[in-house]
């Protein structure tokens, strides 16, 4: 089954520390988590704490083992659980749901999912289609699994890094302000795969 302290150890390196830049659609933020979209998370506070009283705030911050380990739970409970990371059988595709998960929302990431899964099924012969709601539950895991029996995830990561970056480039187009995010964004998606 897949491991979230490896998918989270992996997605750690795309979300820095802490930032307030106004530009960017989640303004405050610490490791990824928008004060904007998560006003209620239980780390608000250390950080309003430190944030006119020391020096170097990264450092203080990521020395703070506690806050930490809120980070860490935030997100299993908001990114993995719900597309039941550790149900997958296949790192590389949790790894992925994860990433898209963090950056664009679960729900995003599993319509990737669902909608690659539906482009790869050979036309319903591996599994019937699956309703494309970004809602992971038993027929998007029993399709995961088949398709999964029968090839490796590299085909299906593939789509779902396509779905991506259209994704990037759109938002990209209707808000252009938006592209000094483009190569952090772009370093995202994983192309590089071997589909076998």
Known sequence: ?????????????????????????GGETYRGIARRFHPEWNGWPTIDGYKNNVTD?????????????????????KFWNPFLGDHITDQAIADELFDIGVNMGTGRAVTFLQEGLNVLNRNGVLYDDLKVDGAFGTNTLNALRAYLRREASGYL?????????????????????????????LNRVRLSRDPS
């Open 1 to 25: 089954m897949a491991d979230f302290q490896q998918a989270f150890a992996l997605t750690s390196f795309s979300e820095g520390g802490y930032n307030n830049d106004q530009d960017d659609a």
């Open 157 to 185: 990561l593939k789509v779902m890094n396509v779905l991506q970056g259209m994704h990037y480039i759109n938002y990209m187009k209707q808000a252009p302000v938006q592209e000094k995010f483009a190569r952090g964004w």
């Open 57 to 77: 705030l990264e450092a203080v911050l990521a020395a703070d083992k506690e806050l930490q380990e809120k980070v860490c739970d935030f997100y299993k409970k």
